[in-house]
């Protein structure tokens, strides 16, 4: 059943050991990422309860950043649960209904629907307890949450508009800079549907109401971020995921506007179409990397009404994991039925690695009966609503998506670089700092399915790489080789890790050809190189890197030659280091990686023993420091 209001939450983490109050004041500003950061990456990963806050409202974080905590917040022992519900509902309602009885066992069903959709109801809502009609965002305890951030950040913000000629609501989320006590950035990206409303509104020369809600049942801020079509109520998947319809009221200056009668917080105001756009940002982001400033809508606040004993409920995101991964988990569950029922049945499992940061490397395992069939898997995904964005996607045969020491195993077994990788260009997440333009850049995808034979145009040469001999072989190697990792050779995957000092024009490129002249390189299948500041030995960091750093057409460089039994020998070595004017001759601002002031990790080092968190846990920041270029969100001089 649905929670009756935020604070039944929080009452049920606390009951299940997954809630840490912190009584002691720690510092919006700064001290409680860092905390947050510290907790959400070791082993006493829980929600915090900050209750001192400097403001009247205690702070709630990463309340949903563990698989526990996101099934707790959904009401559901597993999140596959859900995703077997949508599955029956959809098989059920494609199923042929040829008899009176058929139909009239679908009427229930019926009903059911019904009972999720969303209902206006009279009067004022408990999140109307309290009104201000002279608002002042600066008696709420919104966060700064990184030291090159713009500003203040609303990070949980579930904001409703409606489209002015339908009149259809939309409910998304999209972070709200503060710029002063009644106003702040709307931070929607032009390929949002509030962004649609907004031109729309634009166009009949008219400001634009919109409501932005914090706090309530979780289940509304994991309905705000879900990937639904447009024209789907996203309180219509809040009502099936709760059990129960999402009882709306009227704003109070937008009456336009409905929201949540049991939300904590409601933010009221408008956006006028007519008015200059400000820069917003620089935000730490999911990426790990800072998104960096652009030109977007003023929001104006003309009301905040909140419950009595509100609860203010905040995130944060940056280097993973963070608490955003385990709201992608369930959507890479929930969604899964959908993609599987009306795109592309073939698919068994999906799974997205936080090292690939959501869109950037999506892991799909799929029945296979034909040939080409993993390139019509690529290309349906590709063309799926927000599956638009991915970057890499490997695909295999029904392999457990979840080992991923077998998986690699299995992937470079079947793959013959030169055959059975695929590019292609598209739109990407704005993002993505490493295209040449925004939001349009390169995709791979990796068909690592076992082969059928018309899919075979030349077997790959049975050579296997023998570690101990690469690792010598690059001493002699001329190209500024920082380090190697070898051990993933060792577990017969055939993938090396390079980390590089760049000093020079198209140096991977010019290295990729030595590493796959070098005789001792015979076998390895793939090579993936960083700069020297990575820590290639760390497996995970330089997934991440590489993921974020490189564009797939643009920095892969493929080398083949036919032998002499008429087999094939071939790598692939792609480039994941930071991309420059100079070297590259990449002209976008590259930004920088995500940490924490020495100061503010000293702050909290000093009060950790006082602030009730368990076992010391020092910054992950630390690891990172020396991968950051200058003071600024971006890498001066780039």
Not at 264 to 282: A, R
Not at 365 to 387: H, R
Not at 530 to 535: A, E, K, T
Not at 564 to 586: H, P, S
């Amino acid at each position: 059943m649905a929670f009756k209001h935020l604070q039944e939450f929080i009452d049920l983490l606390e009951s299940e050991g997954e809630l840490i109050r912190v009584k002691e004041f720690v510092d919006p500003h700064l001290e409680i990422t860092e905390v947050v950061d510290r907790l959400s990456k070791s082993n006493n990963n829980k929600a915090l309860l900050f209750e001192n806050t400097g403001t009247d409202f205690p702070i709630l974080i990463n309340s949903m950043g563990s698989e526990k905590r996101m099934c707790l917040a959904l009401k559901v022992s597993s999140l596959d649960e859900i995703k077997d519900e949508i599955e029956d509902l959809f098989k059920m309602m494609t199923a042929p209904k040829e008899g009176i009885l058929s139909k009239l066992a679908m009427l229930p069903k019926m009903a059911q629907f019904a009972s999720w959709m969303p209902k206006v109801i009279s009067g004022k809502g408990a999140c109307q307890e309290v009104i201000n009609e002279d608002p002042d965002l600066d008696k709420l305890p919104i966060m700064f949450c990184w030291p090159k951030d713009g500003g203040r950040y609303i990070t949980l913000p579930v904001i409703h508009t409606k489209e002015p000629n339908s009149g259809i609501r939309n409910v998304g989320m999209y972070r709200m800079q503060q710029y002063d006590k009644k106003s702040t950035g709307m931070h929607w990206h032009k390929h949002k549907v509030s962004a649609a409303h907004f031109n729309e509104y634009k166009k009949l020369g008219k400001r634009m109401p919109v409501a932005c809600v914090v706090g309530g049942d979780p289940a509304y801020t994991y309905a705000a971020t879900a990937p639904l079509p447009e024209n789907v109520d996203e309180y219509m998947l809040a009502g099936f995921l709760r059990k129960k319809k999402v009882e709306l009221v009227k704003c109070i200056s937008q009456p336009e506007i409905e929201v949540p009668a049991d939300a904590d917080f409601v933010i009221e105001g408008y956006v006028d179409p007519s008015e200059d756009l400000k820069i917003e940002g620089p935000f730490g982001d999911h990426t790990g990397f800072y998104s960096l400033k652009d030109l977007y809508p003023i929001f104006h606040v003309t009301c905040i009404t909140h419950k009595k004993k509100a609860v203010y409920p905040s995130t944060i995101v940056g280097i993973p994991p963070q608490e955003d991964a385990w709201i992608g988990k369930a959507t890479e569950r929930i969604f899964l039925a959908p993609i599987k029922m009306t795109m592309v049945p073939e698919i068994k499992d999906m799974n997205m690695p936080v090292e690939g940061v959501f869109h950037n490397l999506v892991l799909a395992s799929i029945e296979k009966s034909f040939g080409g069939q993993a390139q019509k898997v690529m290309n349906a995904m590709w063309g799926a609503g927000q599956m638009m964005f991915n970057k890499i996607l490997a695909v295999v045969d029904g392999q457990d998506l979840t080992d991923y020491k077998a998986l690699a195993q299995y992937v470079f077994k079947n793959i013959n670089p030169a055959q059975d990788i695929y590019f292609s260009s598209g739109p990407m997440d704005v993002l993505d700092h490493s295209c040449s333009k925004m939001g349009f850049g390169g995709k791979m995808c990796i068909d690592g399915t076992q082969k059928h034979e018309e899919e075979i145009q030349f077997p790959m040469a049975d050579i296997k790489p023998d570690g101990a001999k690469i690792k010598v072989a690059f001493k002699s190697i001329n190209g500024d080789i920082y380090d190697v990792n070898t051990s993933l050779i060792d577990l017969d995957i055939p993938c090396l890790l390079v980390g590089v000092k760049k000093n020079k024009a198209q140096q991977v490129r010019s290295l990729s050809k030595q590493l796959y002249d070098n005789k001792s390189m015979a076998g390895v299948k793939m090579i993936l190189v960083v700069d020297d500041y990575v820590d290639v030995q760390d497996v995970s960091s330089t997934l991440w890197q590489v993921c974020n750093n490189f564009d797939p057409k643009r920095d892969s460089f493929v080398h083949e030659e036919l032998l002499e039994n008429n087999t094939q020998k071939a790598m692939i070595v792609i480039d994941g280091t930071r991309k420059t004017k100079a070297f590259d001759n990449f002209q976008r601002d590259w930004p920088n990686i995500i940490v924490s002031l020495p100061e503010t990790i000293e702050a909290i080092d000093k009060k950790w023993d006082s602030l009730g968190l368990g076992e010391f846990v020092p910054s992950p920041s630390l690891k990172f420091r020396k991968s950051v270029f200058g003071e600024e969100a971006h890498v001066v001089g780039n």
